[in-house]
């Protein structure tokens, strides 16, 4: 027994030694440490953070925009009303896309008049264009739940509202990319 004891310490020890052997000595200053002076926060750190929308992202209005976008919050408190003004940040003047979401817990006013349904859009989505602005104002109003999402865009690239002409009649039923960005805040609100 002593000598399988003898035998695992000598064995516990070369083990240690070799380790020791391979790591590194730790380093020793060459010059006396200075006295550390307090680092000032840079402009760009001191900075609030960048403002997020909660219920549609910047990356899909990006994308819808076809071009890069930024988000403004007006009253958003929580996650049950609030309003998000998107707009593109190259370009200016009348035609520059612009997007307003605006969220609540009361019905708001969608489409009246020529409104097509959206089918899986919530419990309920129509769109619509709001007749009178220029440029023309794409409107998709739904509710989920005890939502009420109302979806305004405007001068938005024709990409972005209509499909592509397509070969195949099953790629004519795809959503476009204005429906897309509603059928995501309508999934957030579940």
């Known amino acids: ?3 399988h004891r003898t035998a695992c310490l000598l064995v516990l020890a070369c083990a240690c030694s070799a380790l020791t052997a391979q790591s590194p000595a730790p380093a020793q200053p060459s010059t006396p440490a200075q006295p550390s002076t307090p680092v000032q926060p840079s402009a760009a750190s001191a900075q609030q953070p960048a403002a997020v929308c909660p219920w549609l992202t910047l990356g899909t209005v990006t994308r819808l925009f076809q071009q890069p976008a930024a988000v403004e919050l007006e009253q958003v408190a929580d996650t049950n009303s609030g309003r998000c003004l998107f707009h593109a940040t190259e370009g200016t003047g009348v035609t520059a896309p612009a997007l307003r979401l605006t969220l609540s817990t009361h019905p708001v006013t969608g489409c009246s008049g020529h409104a097509r349904p959206l089918a899986g859009i919530g419990n309920h989505a129509e769109e619509c264009v709001l007749a009178g ?16 999402f109302v979806l305004d865009a405007m001068g938005l690239p024709e990409a972005s509202l209509h499909n592509p002409p397509s070969r195949w ?9 204005l429906e897309l960005a509603a059928e995501q805040v309508a999934d957030d609100l579940y």
């Open 169 to 177: 009649a099953e790629e004519a039923t795809l959503p476009t990319l």
């Open 1 to 3: 027994m002593n000598r």
């Open 133 to 148: 602005d220029t440029p023309a104002t794409v409107r998709i109003a739904g509710q989920v739940r005890d939502h009420w």
